[in-house]
């Protein structure tokens, strides 16, 4: 237990579905991260936001798009979805975002388009 | 760039068996070194980390010394065990560059058998 939480564990969607993933942290931290784990590739950093501010959109497409109501909570919200978005997202949460601390990651939301 | 280099898995062992996993980095400035560790069905845990040169990360009876001279972060653990079974990960994050950004590598596959 990491003390990040990310809802749903599990996630089918069509590819004209509108869905949203949860995450949420209970560590205080000021930072969190969105990442998309698919097999056989590198953790793909997708957004950072740094109290609640958007820091980084690592050219993400538009399909997925994160909000971040207050430090505690992040959604990432995902609409008309391709086959190849079917992945583990990852969130993940720092103290802040300077290079010493370490990050916290949830248990992830698998999800697969159809 | 940043940039971490792990060996290629799978790799299979026996119970009770050494295990070494390389990881060799790239850095602008003077990173931060961390192995991450991602259990079956989870998320990614922290096992250890490093923050200077000669320091060593030790946790779960696995260790990793950050070598300067060879730009190295190499893991090793002494006696494995079934429940050692994972995904590995090096990581990185480079104050000089983008402070908050974890470099991670492509992962290492362990399976340790009975």
């Known amino acids: 237990e990491t003390g990040v939480t990310q809802t749903p564990r599990h996630l089918v969607m069509g590819m004209t579905n509108k869905k949203s993933l949860k995450c949420e942290q209970h560590?205080?931290?000021?930072?969190m991260y969105w990442y998309k784990q698919s097999a056989k590739k590198p953790l793909e950093l997708m957004f950072v936001?740094?109290?609640?501010?958007?820091?980084e959109n690592n050219s993400v497409p538009s399909r997925f798009s994160p909000e971040c109501p207050n430090s505690s909570h992040l959604f990432l919200h995902l609409h008309t979805l391709q086959p190849e978005d079917s992945a583990l997202y990852l969130c993940?949460?720092?103290?802040?975002?300077?290079?010493?601390?370490?990050?916290?990651f949830g248990p992830g939301t698998r999800l697969t388009v159809t | 760039g940043n940039s971490v280099t792990q060996m290629e898995g799978p790799v299979t062992l026996s119970e009770e068996a050494f295990l070494t996993i390389n990881c060799t980095y790239t850095a602008t400035g003077y990173p931060s070194l961390f192995w991450y560790v991602q259990y079956p069905g989870e998320g990614l845990q922290l096992l250890l980390k490093a923050t200077k040169a000669d320091d060593k990360g030790s946790n779960k009876g696995f260790e990793a010394t950050y070598r300067k001279e060879t730009t190295s972060f190499h893991l090793e653990k002494g006696s494995v065990q079934v429940s050692d079974s994972a995904v590995y990960f090096c990581a990185l994050s480079d104050p000089l560059s983008n402070d908050y950004k974890l470099s991670f590598g492509a992962g290492t596959t362990v399976t340790v058998r009975a």
């Open positions: 993940a949460s720092s103290p802040g975002t300077t290079s010493s601390y370490e990050q916290y």
């Open positions: 936001y740094s109290l609640e501010e958007r820091v």
């Open positions: 560590l205080g931290h000021n930072a």
